[in-house]
């Protein structure tokens, strides 16, 4: 061992298999994913209102897809959308941390010779099969060979350190508790896979150069380390969502509290229930403790889920008050406001609240319509009008995403109001508004669509428009502005008097229209900047045609709907 060539092989042959045991658990979790996940974020979210159901829910959801943090992303996007709260997420995720133990399970078997085969019948079931569904469990076999052939190759590389005495020196150093915790949570977060990790604990528990005593602060801190993930996931969303992952921390780091001080008693224990007797040799270190191991981290899981499930109403308490929620994030959710399931008995009752929702998607869209030009024609980011802590392009997504919300949510409460009895306006009335409310949600779309095409995350046009193209551009944008202002106070009403005649009559927009685009394409034959943003200036202007489109046809709409009610 003192040669460096030999250094230098088990380095190559340990990292080689580290990096096929981390493929393989991709592969694996990506086929697993493509057999089962389509469904597994509803079958999480339906298991809302009983704990045990959604422990039992989080454990199976993370056995099939093969991996925790997995599912903890799927809980922090689940809260984001208001689909589960933070409450009901937590059942789920205690489930999680047991399922995570079925592939220290089923490494701990010492399989991984037969890597090879598995990796072979998962090929043969990729390249014949014609269903879909066997393909990708093919798909999955394969993952799985290469995540235990991964496992041989990590241990053979660390066969000739068995007798290298600094090595097993460096293993009796991890018999301090604390210093094994801060290991196993540094190596996870490195490696970002708790599997991954574990994996590597009980490849050395099969050389024999591990104790029990010795592994079990490693996994402890392993699971610590996987949590880095939720909070990854969770950066720059809700509060809501971010509890998710401030509630995992607080869950495995109060496991190694608890756990750390009582490893000799717990080993004792897990010894006992896995049928072995302590001995010193190697060959039965080797033989007995990756077993052991891999009990003492499910029974470990166990018992946390089990001890914290009936506390789980404090415990939410004191994840809020830990991290409270922010009133205006709370704002930024889409969310209706005035629409209500009691008042469809009463049609009229029901179209007022309507009105006043379809009015609060003209305001949303006025501000996201107002924000339009500004990254096209300024080099900073700014601020959104109305939430300080978001960009103006933060501000244009956020918006977006409640038009759609609303859209669908709106459309449906129309139809449920439609389904009623109701007289020959109150018919009208239903039919204007499903008609206005698909016009908005089309006028937020050609703006995502134009935010998509020339600004990527939360960058700025850097393109400079000429100046007097953006003099252009900016008086065409206040009209369009204007018309969205006129059409919010119309839609509270229903009335046609409040419709300005000038959005009907479009023959002063259009015909500012027609002297931009002269004035621009004459910029083109002599500017050079003109030619360099062509594409833009006339995407910039068609985008204002269409939103002054969709305002005429809820303008036209409103007059007709007001026009036939007299």
Not at 43 to 63: C, H, R, S
Not at 156 to 184: D, E, K, M
């Amino acid at each position: 061992m003192q040669d460096g060539h030999s250094w230098l092989s088990i380095s190559i042959s340990f990292a080689g298999g580290l990096a096929l045991f981390l493929f393989g658990i991709r592969a694996m979790s990506a086929g697993l994913k493509k057999v089962a996940a389509k469904k597994m974020e509803s079958f999480v979210a339906t298991i809302l209102n009983n704990p045990v159901y959604g422990l039992i829910a989080g454990a199976f959801a993370t056995m099939i897809v093969q991996s925790s943090s997995t599912i903890v992303v799927i809980l922090v996007g689940l809260v984001q959308s208001q689909l589960m709260t933070s409450t009901q997420a937590l059942a789920v995720l205690f489930g999680a941390e047991i399922g995570t133990t079925a592939l220290t399970q089923l490494i701990a078997f010492g399989v991984h010779e037969y890597g090879p085969l598995f990796f072979a019948a998962g090929f043969l079931l990729n390249s014949i099969a014609k269903r879909e569904g066997i393909r990708y469990t093919g798909e999955a076999l394969c993952g799985l060979g290469l995540l235990l052939f991964g496992l041989h190759l990590m241990t053979a590389s660390t066969t000739p350190l068995l007798g290298y005495q600094p090595f097993i020196a460096l293993l009796h150093n991890l018999r301090n508790p604390l210093v094994s915790v801060l290991v196993g949570l540094c190596c996870t977060a490195i490696l970002q896979s708790s599997g991954a990790f574990i994996g590597i604990v009980i490849t050395l528990a099969q050389q024999g150069v591990l104790t029990l005593e010795a592994g079990m602060p490693l996994l402890l801190g392993a699971n610590i380390g996987t949590c880095i993930t939720g909070f990854l996931a969770s950066a720059g969303l809700f509060r809501a969502a971010k509890r998710v992952a401030l509630a995992q921390l607080i869950f495995n780091a109060t496991g190694v509290v608890l756990f750390i001080a009582i490893i000799p008693w717990y080993a004792d224990v897990i010894r006992f229930i896995s049928f072995s007797v302590p001995d010193g040799s190697s060959v039965m270190l080797a033989h007995d403790v990756p077993r052991q191991l891999a009990n003492a981290h499910t029974v470990y899981n166990i018992l946390m889920a089990l001890l914290f499930l009936p506390l789980l109403p404090p415990f939410s308490r004191l994840l809020i008050r830990l991290l409270p929620d922010n009133p205006d994030e709370i704002r930024q959710v889409p969310s209706v406001w005035y629409i209500q399931e009691s008042a469809l008995a009463t049609p009229s009752l029901a179209l007022s609240y309507a009105r006043a929702e379809v009015a609060r998607m003209s305001r949303i869209l006025e501000r996201m319509v107002s924000a339009l030009l500004y990254p096209f024609i300024s080099v900073e980011k700014g601020k959104d009008s109305v939430f300080a802590e978001l960009s103006v392009l933060e501000g244009i997504t956020m918006r977006e995403e409640k038009l759609d919300f609303l859209e669908s949510s709106v459309s449906e409460y129309l139809i449920a109001i439609s389904r009623r009895e109701l007289n020959e306006e109150e018919s009208r009335q239903v039919f204007a508004l499903m008609n206005i409310v698909k016009n908005q949600e089309s006028t937020g779309d050609v703006i995502e669509k134009l935010i998509g095409k020339y600004l990527q995350g939360n960058t700025v046009f850097v393109k400079g428009l000429t100046e007097e193209g953006k003099t252009e551009l900016v008086l065409l944008h206040r009209l369009v502005c204007a018309e969205i202002e006129t059409l919010t106070e119309a839609l509270l009403k229903m009335k046609k008097e409040t419709v300005s005649e000038s959005i009907l009559c479009d023959t002063v927009f259009l015909s500012q229209v027609s002297q931009a685009e002269k004035a621009h394409l004459k910029r083109v034959q002599s500017v050079a900047e003109s030619g360099v943003t062509h594409n833009i200036h006339m995407d910039l202007l068609d985008v204002l045609k269409q939103v002054h489109h969709y305002n005429k046809n809820c303008a036209r709409i409103l007059s007709e709907f007001s026009s036939s009610a007299k």
